[in-house]
Nanobody
């Protein structure tokens, strides 16, 4: 049905920046919401940021608000996560998620079980 592939992860020093990409393929025309989650070793998966298809609705976790920016290229069904002012606490595997429910707006974007599709993740490591 839908495949999500993340890219752009890597190693960066504290204070640096990275730009993650998530490309959707397959039967992705009906996707409405795309989001980023992350999971560090020994921790639960947590929401990072979400965006609707048109890019008119976004939602961020408090821990990244003001530092991270999510955007979407609807023509290419690709979502981006621009990460600035990175700190070691941002170190995690970052996962792309997507769903076709138009009701996922605002805070509802942060509920992980609402997403039907997930990528395999990309590692982000922030050194100090």
């Amino acid at each position: 049905q839908v495949q999500l592939v993340e890219s752009g992860g890597g190693l960066v020093q504290a204070g640096g920046s990275l730009r993650l990409s998530c490309a959707a393929s397959g039967r992705s025309v009906g996707l409405y919401v795309m989001a980023w989650f992350r999971q560090a070793p020994g921790k639960e998966r947590e929401f990072v940021a979400g965006i609707n298809w048109s890019g008119t609705s976004t939602y961020y976790a408090d821990s990244v608000k003001g530092r991270f920016t999510i955007s979407r290229d609807s023509a290419k069904t690709t979502v981006y996560l621009q990460m600035n002012s990175l700190v070691p606490e941002d170190t995690a595997v970052y996962y792309c998620a997507a769903d076709g429910n138009p009701g996922l707006v605002g805070q509802a974007m942060g509920v992980s079980w609402r997403y039907d599709y997930w990528g395999q993740g990309t590692q982000v490591t922030v050194s100090s």
